[in-house]
């Protein structure tokens, strides 16, 4: 069984006053791992779009990739850290089990007031985070919220398995929401789904109760990301292009009253057949996964970073984000600039 549903809105609107996104210098290309397993740029690019992604360095964790783009969306959003009340980082890769990586990224960013904690549902995330940020402030609890996406995913990756190591990548996307007065960037309506009946397609086994790595012994199953890519791939289009209809049609609006879709960035034939499905124009949909491949929860907030300082999103336009991960998990968000 799945559930989704679109949450009612809260009893005052919320804005996005500002974002950011942080990606580790590092790029590691397609010719590289070339190298190291049995693959080609030709099948990669082919198969996904992507041609190169960023890596984060030894030492580099999670939470200071989240704390780098938590930073620039502040400065952004002219809100100083030391007011933030409330931070949620969404990641499938936290710095350590516990505590929750938003507590580091608290400490990091001197937020010393927050409560901080983690949401994981993989390449939903930072739209779960946002759906939850924004009752939170539209029902008057917090005055302001930080929700970052972040992933090290580097750190959970089967190097020697060329079905997904060449799939993912590390980076960070943060947004600052406020109680939403006149400015731009109000959250219009969001829709949240998740199917724990395909559990099994896409996680990572080892290393928590279920499999855990104890002193001494090695885990039965490895800490490394594992998926049943072509199962993956059905389910993703179809969740997706019905979060797109729920959540559009839970603003008030239809397709034509979109100007920009940001879409999870996991793979380019997912985008066009989504964007095909919906009948909408692929000259406005955003992407960058080419030059980062699969951030899962931090690919949605990168873009949308991306987007906003590039200058693809104009006061007034209609954004609709949409994402789709492992739990199953599948979110939007509508949103007018
Ligand atoms: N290089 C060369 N060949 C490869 C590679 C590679 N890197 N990876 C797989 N192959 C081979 C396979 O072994 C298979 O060979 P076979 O036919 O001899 O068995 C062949 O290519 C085709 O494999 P498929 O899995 O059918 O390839 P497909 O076209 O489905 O593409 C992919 C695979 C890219 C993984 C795709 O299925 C996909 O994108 N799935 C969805 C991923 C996704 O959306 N994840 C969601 C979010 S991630 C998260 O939540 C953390």
């Not at 490895?222 to 389910?235: I, N």
Request: hydrophobic share 45%; proline share 4%.
């Amino acid at each position: 069984m799945s559930s989704s549903g679109n949450p009612s809105a809260p009893p005052y609107p919320v804005r996005i006053a500002g974002t950011g996104s942080y990606l580790p210098e590092r790029i590691m290309t397609n010719r590289e791992l070339e190298e190291s397993v049995d693959t080609s740029d030709e099948w990669i690019t082919s198969r996904t779009g992507i041609r190169e992604r960023r890596i984060a360095k030894d030492g580099e964790f999670t939470s200071h990739l989240a704390s780098e783009a938590a930073r620039r969306a502040l400065e952004q959003a002219g809100v100083a850290a030391a007011e933030i009340e409330l931070i949620i980082v969404a990641t499938i890769t936290p710095d350590t089990l516990t505590p929750a990586t938003a507590c580091y990224v608290q400490q990091q960013i001197g937020s010393l007031k927050a409560v901080a904690f983690d949401v994981s549902a993989a390449c939903s995330g930072f739209l779960y985070a946002m759906e939850f940020a924004r009752h939170a402030v539209g029902a008057g609890a917090f005055r302001n919220a930080l929700i970052i996406g972040a992933e090290k995913l580097s750190a959970f990756v089967d190097w020697n398995d060329r079905n997904t190591c060449v799939l993912f990548g590390d980076g960070a996307g943060a947004a600052v929401l406020l109680p939403s007065t006149n400015g731009g960037g109000k959250i219009l309506s969001s829709t949240l789904g998740t199917d724990g009946a395909q559990a099994e397609l896409l996680n990572i086994p080892g290393g928590g109760s279920a499999c855990p790595a104890l002193p001494g012994t090695a885990p039965v199953k490895p800490a490394v990301l594992s998926m049943q890519g072509r199962e993956v791939f059905k389910h993703a289009v179809n969740a997706m292009r019905q979060a797109a209809i729920d959540g559009i049609a839970a603003a008030g609006l239809t397709i034509a009253d979109i100007d920009l879709i940001i879409p999870h960035q996991a793979n380019l034939r997912i985008i066009d057949a989504i964007v095909e499905r919906l009948d909408f124009d692929r000259d406005n949909v955003f992407i960058n996964l080419d030059k980062y491949g699969n951030t899962s929860a931090a690919a949605v907030a990168i873009a949308l970073d991306e987007a906003n300082r590039q200058g693809r999103i104009k006061p007034g336009d209609r954004i609709l984000l949409v994402a789709f991960g492992a739990g199953l998990t599948w979110a939007s968000a509508v949103i007018e600039w």
